[in-house]
Nanobody, 119 residues
């Protein structure tokens, strides 16, 4: 059974930092693409960052230079380091996995962790 469990969210002032973690189990983690998504109230879900199995990454323009996605394959863990946080980064953050059995993109999702940035 595939499981993704996020942690590390919380409340922080603008300009601060948070590090999100996603612990995974139940599948061949190292061969999967992994991503972080976020969704704010009233807005569509947005892909924030992606890391491929070989380690290459992509970021949404809104977080480039501030967020860093990384993975530890032996530990089956994904991270998102978020620096210089802005109020508009406030959202529920989700990790997701995409493997060969997934049709049309990510098919495994965590339950989410809330990030709230205040002035």
């Amino acid at each position: 059974q595939v499981q993704l469990v996020e942690s590390g969210g919380g409340s922080v002032q603008a300009g601060g930092s948070l590090r999100l973690s996603c612990e995974t189990s139940g599948y061949a983690y190292s061969g999967y693409w992994m991503g972080w998504f976020r969704q704010a109230p009233g807005k569509e879900r947005e892909e924030v960052a992606r890391i491929r199995s070989a380690g290459s990454t992509n970021y949404a323009d809104s977080v480039k230079g501030r967020f860093t996605i990384s993975r530890d394959n032996p530990e089956n863990t994904l991270w998102l380091q978020m620096n210089s946080l802005k109020i508009e980064d406030t959202a529920m953050y989700y990790c997701a996995a995409e493997g060969p059995e997934c049709i049309g993109g990510y098919c495994y999702w965590g339950q989410g962790t809330q990030v709230t940035v205040s002035s």
